[in-house]
């Protein structure tokens, strides 16, 4: 694959968003993959946490939208505590979550869609704590 | 000046630094007072087992340069001291000096090592980082090559100064040189320019919270000790816990270092080559087995650097894997290490026998002391500024007081013997400078 | 005379005592042939030791020591002393090392220790025989120092000697001093101007009264040895008087010769006579450029500058010859860049620059007054793209070295890039960010973030033009992706290489050069700022690439050194000197071959080899190579040897 | 001691067991969790956007209601509560700007200052009650039963408001240790077990239950210790999944530590409400003589 950088990319509004709703400095990461290393979501998602913030700092929107680390993310927060530049990547991965939640109709799990035997066996704080990570 | 100059140097520190600019003043033709806190001066060096680029054993390179300051009749070595009080100024500084107790007159003793063969107690050995294998006895020298190579006691274990019992050493000392009744004792001296040279210490395996605190999670400095021919095992490479030998071996680079957020913002300079040495060193030791290194940047940036990493690598098969490792535990037998390499993308999951922490190089925390009674200004992390970080990279500000080595910032072996040479240099000037001067008035 | 040897043997300790059977060694030798005298103590260094041997010495009459404890290199010295103090002469004692090649290696054998001791003893016993009573030399000593290059390295240097109260001339190859630091916009870590720290430096060495500067002066020839060179210095003369000179620039208009600014690294064209920095940073003069004149480069008579110069200042003297007597010599060349065009998959183009062309575009006293402007059309690029390792880590094709400085300035320059360009964006490819000095990890990190570059891990496979921008292919290994930026503008941290003339220069002073041809030092750790040859030093990126702190602490290592040379009267060299034998000699010259030291020469009118005993260092390499045994070395020639081994084959011949 | 207690939605339906063993519990060592009279969701997950107040302001009402109670302080039992309380208030009080914007939206409220502070019911226990006071208070000791603590996430991270050392928490080992137990050291005792994704990712769930549950039983434990309701359920619950995944698992039973410390008092075991584990694990308790 190939990334055809420009000031347009890598100061784009895409960057800003997730800088802005994450409070975040991408810039602060430098790429060590401790957050990587040590992700218990890890094996299941297609591109690592750090490299979802590599491709955000190259403001790679289309490339991230196609991604399912943010959405397999527990928000567990181990690679926060470890970051060693205190990037808290945790609030990374909820702006990207947020950055399409927040457009109509991409929830993820829907309230309505749950199935009758799932609701019975769940816990409420499962049910509750799932439709506000993964719904807008 | 009007005043008269004291044409003497002393040198707080005892290792390659100190070493190093002792000699180069001593050479000089002036006066020099090496002050040292533990029995022997030698530094971190002679703690190594061999030396990058080139893998010279300290004991090859640095143990002659120890005899000659031993030797030299214009180096004054005052092991087993501390400074105690500085006063005065350029020119004319009066020092006094704390010599701590012994227990044994060392201008009886011989240094014959009959009373250490003998002594019935045992404690860890700073020397050998206090490692499992290789304990001292409590009259000791902390080891073969000591300079001067006399012994002390350790008021702490020795059992005749807590208990008041054993005695032994009296007893079999040839030149009767043991005094269990010593006590410390201040010296005055005066001096024309100081150097400061009090070194290192590696940053706490313990800081590292996610890093499990377990007997084969070691630091860069206890792995020296194993990897060293003469030292705890011989040379014999054994994991602390059972002493077996590590098959499958991890370094992990910038631990506490270039870490802002937890630990030290700076990088430690050395940690890059020193575990590729080790790397090699236990892959000649151990040829079955297999080194891997997780690294952020590689930094071989001196002269021949580069070329030595890229040996360790196609010669001595070393993997490296790019990433900070997170997470480390024991599991069974073996540790298990949760890493990254972030050019393939891939988490990396290590099974070792043996994982080595480069933690990060702090200042010698014994230098507090030091650096408070000259007033010496420090950054953040206690690291002595020179004042000026280009011109004046050897002078702290301070008139006549001058730095060397790591106790300014890391650095490695070439550079704290250039930069001990610079403050040799700037003494050297002021010393001939004022007596040309006074020859020419 | 009968020899009347005495042996000593040391227990050291157990050291020796545990595996040698000290008492039946000294029974055993007491008879040896030659030996009057044995004795044994637990430390012989010790003083009640050394009184015993003082005693032997005077009450047997002895002749010659043999010393027999731990290695010469610790007490050989301790014992030389003794003996001279004795009235012995000290070259007739000899250490026989017991401990270091004997009881250690052979611990918890007693019988074979026992008895290679005794080998070992009986050997040294036999060279002691034929031991002669030598005098050291002694060697005068010019107390003077010739420094070569007037960079930051080369001025510390000399502050440092000069402060140390003796006289040092700095030569420099350029009109002015300060070297690459001149060239420079700001420094990295504390972004001072260069030119405020060249220009202290340059103020305190022009005000020292000890140092002498001789601009646009080079070395020519060089004979001597340590103490005691003598050099030829060749300095170009000035043609334009600067006390006359109006700086009308009459002279600038009417020169017709037209060449590459080499100060504003051929960003712009300059005139022969032209404006050249002057003296201190800020200052400029008029200079007519020896090497880009008619005058010099075709033995042309042009005089259009001296026609039109109404001020008179215009001369055309001969170049001035100076001869002078140098105790030692400090090589502080400095370095250079890498030419850009030997990397060919990067496009030869305007745009293009290197590392120092990029630093005289940010300089204010630069080509552009300091705006950021491209060479091609004069546009201020709004993307600029910086290549690290531009032929360094490049063991295939150009060098296998890291240049140790490009991460630091790269990071600098781009920093200072977008202050000037607050909407720029620049990009950073390397391997990996080196950034290993005080202060360094935190300013790439606080440039990082605060000017917003974007580091890329990858090298850049190719730059080619593509109408308006610079088409830079290159890769993230990280994301493991290809990354392609459309550029305004390209810099090429080109690897840092030893100046031009370098190799030359070391050739003529007999100093060896790593395989790039920087200087090599002695050892690597313990001997950082000497050569091998003796009364030469270095300094700074003459020897490798290094930074401005590290050179310039370096440079002041490499003076302590001087000044501890000079603080001797005179200089005593060991006497342990090749001879030769001229009667023997045949003057083939195998022995000048295999010198490391330039000690041995052939005479050319006696066709005999004539040793210089002051450059010697006794190594024993042209023993070895003489065919006829003429040149042998004092106190270990070929008898000695074949002498010792006859002990040695002899004791070990029965062995099964 | 009487102290306002915070149930949150899980304590008063799935997590009963939680709720009626720690009230009791607690009160053997003489603290009164009293029950907030009116408290709504703490929204269960903190929200880690900066740029949205709103899901601040559930929290922060419950806090209110502690200080309604005259309280300065608010105990909770489950770990994800605590920290979206305690995070929601950390929040309230390091942003000046933050916290009027807040109050702006509680202006039916009584006033506020951030001046509650959240306690989880460990903290309690090791900073207020001490370790000797519940090793006194034990009658039968829970000796040869071998306990693997398990924190996962909400109790320790960020380190800001972490209940103990953010690597290495001991807090529920001295409790535990004190109860008699014969405690496990386990890594993966911080490890998250998938939490949330529980709902729509059961797999991904089930694999990290699995080397959670494997790690403690392969260093020697019989049942795990938590204290949050959602660790419970991926633990517990779905161990079914992890058995259909995985080969040779064997269960193994959850429990929170407030149910050790009821058998520990000697409390009647219908406190523990075994009967809302998933894994029973009753026959493992009387198999240790703890229960009848």
Request: charge should be negative; proline fraction near 5%; hydrophobic fraction near 35%.
């Amino acid at each position: 694959m190939k990334i055809r950088l420009s000031r347009e990319r890598v100061r784009g509004d895409f960057v800003k968003k997730v800088e802005m709703i994450s409070g975040q400095d991408l810039l602060q990461c430098y790429q060590c993959g401790k957050c990587s290393a040590g992700c218990p979501a890890a094996f299941e998602m297609d591109i690592l946490p750090s490299h979802v913030i590599r491709l955000a700092q190259m403001g790679q929107e289309e490339e991230l939208a196609q991604a399912n680390s943010y959405w397999i993310c527990f928000s567990c927060q181990t690679c926060t505590v470890r970051c060693p530049r205190g990037v808290d990547i945790a609030k990374i991965m909820e702006a990207l979550r947020l950055v399409t939640l927040r457009q109509k109709n991409r929830n993820k799990v829907e309230a309505t869609g749950l199935p009758p035997e799932l609701l019975a066996e769940l816990p409420q704080i499962a049910i509750v704590s799932s439709l506000r990570k993964l719904s807008g | 000046m009007s005043r008269e100059m004291e044409t003497k140097a002393l040198i707080v520190g005892g290792g390659v630094a100190g070493i190093q600019a002792a000699l180069d003043i001593a050479d000089g033709g002036y006066q020099v007072i090496l002050v040292e806190r533990t029995p022997s001066i030698g530094g971190h060096m002679v703690q190594l087992s061999e030396v990058f680029p080139t893998l010279d054993c300290p004991q090859c390179i640095l143990t002659p340069k120890m005899v000659m300051c031993g030797q030299h009749p214009n180096i004054d070595i005052k092991a087993y001291c501390e400074i105690e009080s500085v006063t005065g100024e350029v020119g004319n500084f009066t020092v006094k000096i704390r010599h701590k107790a012994t227990y044994v007159d060392w201008d009886a003793c011989t240094g014959c090592g009959q009373c250490e063969q003998k002594c019935p107690t045992k404690a860890p050995s700073e020397f050998n980082r206090e490692l499992a294998f290789g304990p001292r006895k409590a009259i000791y020298s902390p080891f073969a090559q000591a300079v001067p190579n006399k012994r002390v006691i350790d008021a702490d274990h020795c059992l005749k100064l807590t208990k008041d019992k054993c005695g032994v050493c009296a007893k079999v000392c040839p030149t009767q040189a043991i005094r269990y009744d010593m006590e410390d004792w201040i010296e005055e001296v005066k001096v024309g320019a100081i150097i400061v040279a009090t070194g290192y210490e590696l940053y706490k395996k313990e800081n590292l919270t996610e890093y499990a605190s377990d007997p084969d999670v070691i630091d860069g400095l206890e792995f020296e000790r194993i990897l060293c021919p003469s030292g705890p095992t011989a040379g014999v490479i054994k994991r602390p816990s059972d002493g077996k030998e590590p098959l499958d071996i991890v370094f992990v680079q910038c631990a506490g270092s270039r870490d802002p957020d937890k630990h030290f913002p700076y990088c430690s300079r050395v940690c890059c080559m020193y575990c590729c040495k080790m790397a090699m060193l236990y892959k000649h030791a151990v040829p079955d087995g297999q080194a891997y290194i997780f690294y952020i940047d590689v930094r071989t940036d001196g002269k021949m650097y580069e070329e030595f990493y890229q040996r360790g690598v196609e010669e001595d098969r070393i993997v490296y894997l790019r990433g900070k490792v997170s997470k480390i535990f024991r599991q069974g037998e073996k540790i298990v290490v949760f890493g990254m390499d972030t050019l393939t993308g891939k988490r990396v999951e290590v099974e070792a026998d043996l994982v080595v922490l480069a933690m990060a190089m702090i200042p010698n925390p014994a230098g507090e002391k030091v650096k408070k009674i000259l007033n010496l200004k420090t950054d953040e992390f206690g690291f002595i500024t020179e004042s000026h970080a280009k011109l004046h990279p050897v002078e702290t500000g301070i008139d006549g007081i001058f730095v060397a080595g790591t106790a300014q910032a890391p650095k490695d072996i070439p550079e704290t013997v250039a930069q001990a040479g610079g403050a040799a240099s700037k003494v050297l000037s002021l010393f001939s400078g004022y007596e040309r001067n006074k020859a020419c008035a | 005379m009968k020899p009347r040897i005495g042996v000593f043997v040391c227990h050291c300790g157990l050291n020796i005592a545990a595996s040698v059977e000290v008492s039946e060694v000294v029974k055993a030798i007491k008879d040896y042939p030659g030996v009057v005298h044995a004795q044994d103590y637990i430390y012989m260094c010790s003083d009640p030791g050394q009184n015993l041997v003082r005693k032997a010495i005077r009450e047997h009459n002895l002749t010659g020591l043999v010393m027999s404890n731990c290695s010469p290199s610790l007490h050989e010295r301790t014992f030389r002393n003794l003996a001279k103090s004795e009235g012995l002469n000290p070259y007739l004692v000899e250490v026989a090392n017991i401990r270091e090649y004997c009881s250690w290696p052979h611990q918890g054998d007693k019988e074979t220790a026992t008895k290679k001791a005794l080998t070992i003893i009986k050997a040294t016993i036999e060279r002691v025989k034929r031991n002669q009573a030598l005098t050291p030399l002694v060697v005068p000593l010019q107390k003077r120092v010739l420094v070569l290059g007037g960079g930051v390295a080369g001025m510390q240097t000399a502050l440092d000697i000069a402060e140390g109260g003796y006289p040092v001339t700095i030569l420099e190859k350029q009109a002015y001093l300060g070297g690459r630091v001149r060239q420079l916009d700001h420094t990295f870590v504390t972004m001072e101007k260069a030119k405020d720290l060249a220009g202290e430096m340059i103020d305190r060495t022009l005000a020292q009264p000890n140092i002498e500067v001789l601009t646009t002066a080079q070395i020519e020839g060089i004979s001597g040895y340590v103490g005691n060179f003598e050099v030829q210095i060749r300095r170009q003369s000035d043609w334009v008087d600067p006390e006359k000179c109006n700086g009308c620039e009459a002279c600038i208009k009417a020169c017709p010769v037209e060449v590459p600014s080499t100060f504003d690294r051929g960003l712009v064209m300059r005139k022969a006579i032209d404006w050249t920095p002057g003296a201190r940073p800020g200052e400029k003069r008029v200079f007519l450029d020896h090497q880009a004149c008619v005058r010099v480069t075709r033995q042309e008579s042009c005089t259009a500058c001296q026609e039109v110069c109404d001020q008179g200042a215009i001369t055309y003297p001969e170049d001035e010859q100076i001869t002078q007597m140098y105790g030692a010599i400090v090589v502080a060349t400095g370095h250079d860049l890498y030419r850009k065009s030997a990397l060919t998959e990067y496009a030869t183009d305007p745009d293009v620059l290197d590392a120092l062309q990029f630093e005289r575009l940010l300089s204010e006293d630069g080509p552009t007054g300091g705006k950021v402007l491209r060479p091609s059309d004069g546009k201020e690029p709004k993307e600029v793209v910086f290549v690290q390792c531009a032929g360094s880590r490049d063991p295939d094709k150009h060098f296998p070295y890291c240049s140790k400085i490009c991460c630091m300035y790269t990071c600098k320059e781009a920093r200072r890039y977008k202050e000037k360009v607050p909407d720029g964006q620049a990009y950073v490819f390397f391997i990996d960010v080196r950034s290993t000095g005080k202060g360094y990890e935190e300013f790439v990190k606080e440039s990082v973030q605060k000017e917003r570059l974007l580091y890329l891990k990858g090298k850049v496979s190719k730059i080619a033009r593509q109408g308006d921008k610079l088409l830079v292919l290159g890769g993230d290994t990280i994301t493991g992706h290809r990354v392609e930026i459309e550029a305004d503008l390209v810099v090429l941290a080109m690897a840092t290489v030893p100046s031009p003339g370098a190799k030359e220069l070391a050739r003529l002073l007999n100093v060896n050069t790593d395989p790039y041809g920087f200087i090599q030092e002695a050892h690597p750790k313990l001997a950082p700022v000497e050569t091998l040859t003796a009364g030469i030093y270095l300094a700074g990126t003459s020897q490798a690439p290094k930074d401005i702190p590290h050179a310039i602490y370096q440079a002041s290592g490499a003076a302590s050194k001087i000044l501890s040379l000079f603080s001797r009267k005179e200089l005593i060299h060991e006497p342990l000197v090749a001879h030769v034998d001229t009667e023997i000699c045949a003057g083939c010259g195998y022995c000048h071959d295999n010198c490391a030291y330039q000690a041995v020469s052939v005479d050319p009118i006696l066709k005999k080899a004539v040793v210089n005993e002051a450059l010697c260092e006794g190594c024993g390499a042209c023993a070895t190579a003489c065919p006829s045994g003429a040149i042998q070395v004092k106190n270990l020639d070929s008898k000695q040897v074949f002498d010792m081994i006859s002990v040695v084959t002899k004791d070990y011949a029965l062995r099964p | 001691m009487k102290i306002p207690y915070y149930p949150g939605c899980t304590l008063k339906t799935k997590a009963k067991d939680f709720e009626d063993s720690a009230i009791a519990a607690a009160r053997v060592l003489g603290i009164e969790m009293e029950e907030l009279p009116r408290w709504n969701c703490c929204g269960t997950v903190y929200s880690l956007s900066s740029d949205d107040l709103i899901h601040q302001l559930a929290p922060i009402r419950n806090l209110i209601r502690a200080k309604e109670q005259e309280s300065d302080r608010l105990v909770t039992l489950c770990s994800m509560c605590y920290n979206t309380l305690k995070r929601a208030n950390e929040f309230f009080l390091a942003d000046e700007e933050k916290r009027e914007r807040i109050k702006r939206y509680l202006d039916d409220e009584i006033p506020y200052e951030g001046d509650v502070r959240v306690v989880q019911l460990l903290e309690l226990l090791r900073d207020e009650v001490s370790m000797d006071a519940i090793k006194e208070a034990v009658k039968k000791p829970l000796t040869g039963l071998k306990v693997a603590p398990y924190y996962g996430c909400m109790l320790l991270r960020p380190a800001s408001i972490g209940i103990d050392d953010v690597e290495r928490p001991t807090v529920m080992e001295d409790v535990l240790r004190a109860l008699g137990a014969d405690v496990i050291d386990d890594p993966y005792k911080t490890e998250c077990c998938g939490a949330y994704q529980t709902v729509s990712q059961k797999d991904v769930v089930a694999t990290c239950a699995h080397s959670i549950l494997t790690s403690a039983q392969g260093n020697g434990a019989e049942v795990i210790a938590l204290s949050c309701p959602l660790c419970d359920f991926n633990l517990d619950n779905r161990q079914k999944e992890v058995q259909e995944r995985f080969n040779g698992f064997h269960p193994m039973p959850v429990l929170y530590f407030t149910q050790l410390m009821a058998i520990a008092f000697g409390l009647d075991p219908s406190v523990c409400r075994f009967e809302l584990s998933y894994n029973d694990p009753v026959p493992l308790l009387k198999s240790k003589g703890l229960i009848e």
